[in-house]
């Protein structure tokens, strides 16, 4: 099971193919809010840096996967969402976690969609939310195209030069992925803590 999680294991085993898959079912299925988004994109970026994957390829690839993934998820909440309600907590589905996306949603409104591409589990239900709640496709389209822009840009883009730059960076890649992941997990414990203090 620690292996789908593994960024490094996922790209030596699917190669760019199952980066950009992954990167889909995060983005627009709720059963993928446990794959490493983030931590993916920097280490696939990290790779192609060093020619073991094309970055152009990867780019494109992983930037239409979140866009059409988005998009997927839009259309599951708008088409089955509130049923979701209804539905029993499993392994790969907890009602918390859409309610923790809609309470963002409430809190922060459209520039959710391109806020929570950079916080896990919300950027995974972050669209299902704004279907439920009947956000227009064309408004909703426009922030999915520039959070996905942004998230993919961002982190291949720092994936790559580093990659490209820093001698040796191969060997402080699970230190780097650690961070990353910490890092990434720091706004939604912030969230939290400051709903607890209200």
């Known amino acids: 099971m620690l292996k789908i999680i593994d960024p490094t294991f996922i790209i030596q085993t699917a190669g760019a193919l199952g980066v950009i898959l992954i990167v ?31 970055i152009w390829i990867l780019y494109v690839g ?14 599951f909440g708008k088409k089955i969402g509130p049923a979701l309600f209804t539905k029993e907590d499993s ?16 809190v922060h409104g459209k520039k959710t969609i391109i806020i929570a591409r950079f916080i896990p589990i919300v950027r995974t239900f972050a669209p299902i939310v704004a279907g439920i709640g009947n956000m227009k ?31 040796g960076i191969d060997k402080y890649l699970h230190y780097i992925v650690l961070g990353i992941i910490v890092l990434s997990f720091i706004p939604p414990v912030i969230h939290v803590l400051k709903e607890r203090k209200m």
Not at 26 to 47: I, K, R
Not at 62 to 75: F, M, Q, T
């Open 62 to 75: 992983c930037l239409v996967a979140a866009i059409v993934g988005d998009s997927v998820g839009y259309s």
């Open 137 to 167: 496709y064309r408004t909703f389209l426009s922030y999915n195209v520039i959070g996905g822009f942004i998230w993919v840009t961002g982190f291949l883009g720092l994936g790559y030069v580093l990659g490209a730059t820093v001698p």
């Open 91 to 106: 392994l790969f589905f907890n009602k918390k976690h859409i309610a923790r996306a809609q309470h963002f949603y409430e």
């Open 24 to 54: 889909f079912a995060e983005s627009g299925l709720f059963f993928g809010f446990f794959l490493p988004g983030d931590s993916l994109l920097f280490t696939a970026a990290l790779f192609a840096s060093q020619g073991y994957l094309n």
